[in-house]
């Protein structure tokens, strides 16, 4: 990828995939994110930057309910993917997980063979009829993730072996190869070096033409090289949300501006 | 000088050692603590364990070799004669020192005087009565030769303690001499403390090898004397056990090991799936409050003595399984097939309850230790939870459980008052669960319980059992370990 700067980026309108409306989380007493209202689109990488303890991680674990598996953790409001209120009774979290996919901060493989941790989620969901199928979408998946042509030899060998940038793609293609129509990413490269991160945020920006993506970052440099649209957190608040270009050179709020100054975070 | 008092006086030379070596320390630098190089403390602690330490030692080993040595002094002036009327070495050894242990209670408490117990004469008085006056109770008359033997047991235990109290505080004043001379305010003291700490450690966790040896030489002597006196095809190979104490036993070890066998068989069959359910739950779905409830109250089971499980087997599991499986047309089944209370069943039933906090307790800790992440990694995929748990909680936590597991097996197969009380007393081969039968550990008790005579084989027989069953318990524990740590590095 090209270091394109933030200003270059044209944006193009895309349809909104998630619209989240008056989202408030609670844990236990403490507010943790208040009245957060964002539209994200299709087609586009939306980075949320903030400093740490901002609630920019916690409001992504919203996107997939994801929050659920934590007991004391209460989000009210109204997120809709698609149209579709995804807190709603009707909805099944579990489904949705499936079709909005999760890379994590830390790269997890499960402790099986490459193959396996691609083919779990196809797995789970009943997505490949025969052994061929799978084998199918397994190999799509592992491209999809740019990581087939280091992988295709050992698809036995554990996931666990991998080097660690290896292991965030085959991460990245496991939550692709349940076919989400969304990926939420965690601080993906927190854990890696420099030149996996650029692998990683090389594939983020191919990702784009096929997912909704929505990334977690603390770093400004990767959310400006890798992102259309930037969201702003601070203290639970979204501060300001637009282009990514506009975000990082004509910030509106006095406080986007510190932080992105480096006076605050 | 007895060795309490000894110890006293080494606890006040190691007291006045810690007082002087900080002093002089603290003098060395000229009362400026911070030009020493250690804390005072630790130059007081240096000289302190350095008069305390080696003397010590000195002190525990002489008093553990003492005795056997002066004994083996003592028998040689036994006349053989004695040995010969039925009498073990032993036995005889036994009486010389009580009445010699008679006569020092006997000075001691002014009966005698010390030239008068030295003068004794077996022929004139008579000593049985008057020691049992003392309340010394003897079991036969004194004859000459074991008074003799006594009073050179007197002589020597008398001679030895003396050496031993002056060897010990010549030690100790050495050690402190040498301690305190060497105190300086370059000296590092604190570098030496530190590796008589790291000694001591080391000394702690030998003793613990050591005893575990000690344990294993014991049983195998034993056994070796039992296979001297009993054909060790008949104990491995054999297919009867029928003890007989006028001699000329089948003391075949193959019908406790099936019975051993079957009752564990039964006891992971309850305890396994039930303990590791009970694990998962309480790990992956259970609230923080009830988690905080239930864990405690599930590991009291494990505070149970065993004594109680036995008693639970025999009046509460027994019965119930009688009212079902026997009575003819009272029993609920309308069967005949159980006659007693005590049976294969019962105790399995009984001894895998007694097994559940066991296993729930070491499963649950493996499962908490499988990262957050992988969970999170499979919920994000659109996992269930019991999904997650099945194909990747469990699959990390497997050589964990696998693990726990034998280690309940090797606690199954050695356990003892739950089998005594409910799995009967006949030795046999049977498929039948609702049948008594009997285990190794309760052939231990029945064989060494009462009066026993340790020269023959089916007293004897305990010991080669009490060996087999070690090395039943070890190969699981190891193989245990092998497989935890096989499939380990795999998920690090």
Redesign the interface.
Known sequence: MNQITALDKTVQTNKTKISARNVNVHYGDSHAIKDVNVEIEDNTVTAFIGPSGCGKSTFLRCL?R?ND?I?ICRVTGDIQIDGENIYDPRVDP??????V??V?Q?P?????SIYDNVA??PR??GLAANKAELDEIVEKSLRRGAIWEEVKDRLDA?G?GLSGGQQQRL?IA??VA?EPEVLLMDEPCSALDPIATAQIEELIDELRNSYSVVIVTHSMQQAARVSQKTAFFHLGNLVEFGATGQIFTNPEDPRTESYITGRIG | MPSFWLVIVLIALALAGFVLGRKRALATAGGDMKQLHSLPAYYGHHVAFSALVPALAVLAIWSLVQPSLIENRVSDMVPASFVEEGHTIDLILTDVRRLADGLDAAVAQGALSEAQAADLDAGTTDIRALLGDLGVALGADVQPEILAAAQSYRGLSDTASTAKAAVVILLALLGFGFAYQRTHKDFRARNVVERGVMALLIVAASLAILTTVGIVFSMLFESLNFFGLHSWRDFFFGGTWAPNFRGDSDLSILPLLWGTLYISLIALLVAVPIGLFAAIYLSEYASAPVRSFAKPLLEILAGIPTIVYGLFALLTVGPMLVTIFGKGDDGVLGVEWMSGATSVLTAGLVMGIMLIPFVSSLSDDIINAVPQAMRDGSLGLGATRSETVRQVVLPAALPGIVGAVLLAASRAIGETMIVVMGAGAIAKFSANPLESMTTITTRIVSQLTGDTDFASPETLVAFALGLTLFVLTLGLNVLALYIVRTYREQYD
């Not at chain 1, 579990?94 to 079709?99: C, D, E, G, P, Y």
């Not at chain 1, 997890?108 to 099986?112: G, L």
């Open positions: 997939n994801m598996t007991d579990v489904q949705l997980r499936a079709k996919g999760m994590f830390k997890n493989p499960f402790p099986k779990y989620g789970i969901h554990p666990t991460c496991r939550a349940t």
